[in-house]
């Protein structure tokens, strides 16, 4: 392989921002009068804010008219914007930064593949908006992951063919999405939960230093 790009996933990979997601959602099933746990959370991560209602109110067994849903998904987000403007560099997760450090050393462009249709204001948060060539996320696209259209963007934004992107994911999602794009796929977190990924590791700090070498002598 002649060049390589890589597009990063946001949540779960870039900053932990489940955790917000978590608390605007319990609160929300709280006052739909049902139990949300962390490990229900675990189904909505790397999923559209609308598919994530969905899921939810599956859970809760509630239903709900189109009107109340769209009232509820405005008041989740508010809620959830409460947090994410209180964010900080601080908050990017372990190995970021040295990874980004080591993409611009080797002139290796990167771009961002999220859900979110906050992510340029999470990036911009955390003071790493200005490091990505391009942002693709939930604002971009027509159809949610695993559906590899994010990724397809984000390649077109890279200048690079498919098979010459490599995904960074923490989510079963995207990791699908990834490879239904025919990218080389990076799971990030469990590596039983996200065995269908070509590479796993626990987080960005465990990437072998020369991760992205081997990758141009291999292919
Ligand atoms: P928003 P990612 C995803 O981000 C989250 O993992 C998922 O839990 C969330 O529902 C989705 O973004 C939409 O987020 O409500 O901000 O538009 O992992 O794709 O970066
Ligand atoms: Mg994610």
Not at 26 to 54: C, I, M, P
Request: with cysteine; aromatic share 8%.
């Amino acid at each position: 392989m002649q060049k390589i790009g890589v597009i990063f996933d946001l949540d779960g990979v870039i900053v932990d921002t489940a955790k917000y997601h978590f608390l605007a959602w319990k609160s929300l099933a709280d006052e739909l009068g049902f139990q949300f746990t962390e490990t229900h959370n675990e189904l909505l991560k790397g999923v559209s804010r609308v598919k994530s209602l969905e899921i939810l109110l599956e859970i809760g067994n509630v239903t709900l008219s189109e009107r109340e849903k769209q009232k509820i998904l405005k008041s989740k987000n508010e809620h959830y914007l409460s947090y994410i403007t209180k964010m900080g560099q601080e908050e990017i997760l372990p190995g970021v930064t040295e990874l980004l450090d080591t993409l611009d050393n080797l002139k290796i462009d990167y771009v961002l593949g999220s859900a979110s249709k906050n992510a340029a204001l999470i990036l911009k948060q955390v003071n790493l908006l200005d490091r990505f060539k391009a942002i693709v996320d939930g604002n971009s696209v027509s159809r949610a992951k695993p559906d590899p259209e994010v990724f397809l963007i984000g390649a077109q934004k890279l200048q690079l063919s498919p098979e010459n992107c490599v995904v960074f994911e923490d989510a079963i999602a995207g990791v699908e999405a990834a490879n239904t794009a025919n990218m080389i796929s990076v799971g990030i977190g469990d590596k039983n939960t996200l065995s269908e990924a070509d590479y796993n590791f626990n987080d960005l700090t465990e990437l072998p230093s020369q991760f992205f070498q081997s990758l141009l002598v291999e292919n």
